[in-house]
């Protein structure tokens, strides 16, 4: 149980693209997801709280308007990195907290490689 | 800020030995904590918690200490196995909300 998953896995796309990022949670409801990107051999860094029906959070220096949130549904959340450019390849994870649990621990998807050329 | 950090970035374990990964935390406030493990190319995956009223807890073949005195924690895996080699993070977090994670130890279990 508490899966969580994300597409696509893997995007390379051009300067300038905007790329749109998918997050699932598959058997449970998540009305709060977290987006982090993580450079290679670097941690995770929170970018933005996602929550359902309602704004992001966003982490400082994180740019909103850069990375844009959008919450829909207890089980689906969305990235999109808009005008992407070299520097926002990065491994970019999501993660969800099950409603009826509650608490924590955070289930983590597969991650999604981008590549900006 | 507060942060969380850990001691050795980089660990080689015999096959068959024990491993001790640890790690220090700032925030005294923290009241929940975390020992994810990452394998290339994958996201974090859970391995085992532990919440501050508590002192340590095991799982299959793991135990998490936590000393609040001195603000460490470390992630105890026994007789590792070569599906034991990932990166290994903790995380804490204070009151149910966001996470922070430690820098991170890549842990290679030696044949």
């Known amino acids: 149980g508490a899966v969580v998953s994300q597409h696509p896995s893997w995007v390379i796309c051009k300067s300038g693209t905007s790329v749109k990022i998918e997050c699932r949670s598959l058997d449970f409801q998540a009305t709060t997801m977290f987006w982090y990107r993580q450079f290679p051999k670097q941690s995770l860094m929170l970018m933005a709280t996602?929550?359902?029906?309602?704004?992001?959070?966003?982490e400082q220096g994180v740019e909103k308007d850069k990375f844009l949130i959008n919450h829909a549904s207890l089980t689906l959340s969305t990235l999109t990195v808009t005008s992407a450019h070299p520097e926002d390849s990065s491994f970019y994870i999501c993660?969800?907290?099950?409603?009826?649990?509650?608490?924590?621990?955070?289930?983590f998807g597969d991650g999604t490689r981008l590549s900006i050329l | 800020g507060e942060s969380v950090g850990l001691h050795l970035p980089t660990l080689s374990v015999q096959e068959g030995d024990n491993s001790i990964i640890n790690c220090a935390y700032s925030?005294?406030?923290?009241?929940?904590f975390i020992w994810y493990k990452q394998e290339s190319g994958k996201g974090p995956q859970f391995i085992i918690d532990?919440?501050?009223?508590?002192d340590k807890r095991q799982g299959q073949r793991v135990t998490v200490l936590l000393n609040k005195t001195v603000k460490h924690l470390s992630l105890q895996i026994a007789a590792t196995q070569p599906g034991d080699s990932a990166v290994y993070f903790c995380a804490e977090t204070f009151g149910n909300e966001k996470l922070t994670f430690g820098t991170g130890t890549r842990l290679t279990i030696i044949p």
């Open positions: 993660s969800a907290r099950d409603l009826l649990r509650g608490t924590q621990p955070q289930h």
């Open positions: 532990i919440r501050s009223n508590m």
């Open positions: 996602s929550n359902e029906g309602s704004k992001a959070t966003y």
């Open positions: 925030n005294s406030a923290s009241d929940y």
